[in-house]
């Protein structure tokens, strides 16, 4: 089985680091998906306070409920505080979207037991491993 199928089917609870409230933002369009395929989703990012009608928190230390996966919006150089933070937080996996790459904070992730996905989208890889139509 692959990691994103792995992740997809045995998480369920999704921080998404940098999800924009703009609905025309890909994280908001990634977010609004999972969240209609069941996905619960906590939005982390300190200038809003309510995104997708979810509670948004400024970092992910600030969250108080387990989160499963931490999907990652922001730019590849800022990846390795994000993973930092899924780390003390005892993540089970990181998720850096389409264009995220940074290989040095993957390899900290894996090296602390949480499975990584590199540039690539959640989106997308539900649509494709489940059989629903991706949109962009």
Partial sequence: MSVEKEILESCKTIAIVGLSPNESRPSNHVAAYLQSQGYRIIPVNPATKVILGEKCYPDLLSIPDEVDVVDIF???????????????????????QEGVINREAASR????????????????????????????
């Fill in 109 to 136: 992730a894996q090296k602390a037991g949480l499975k990584v996905v590199m540039d690539k989208c959640m989106y997308k890889e539900h649509a494709r491993i489940f059989g629903n139509t991706a949109r962009k």
């Fill in 74 to 96: 922001r730019r590849s150089e800022e990846v390795p505080q994000v993973v930092e933070d899924a780390i003390k937080i005892k993540a089970r996996a990181i998720w850096m």
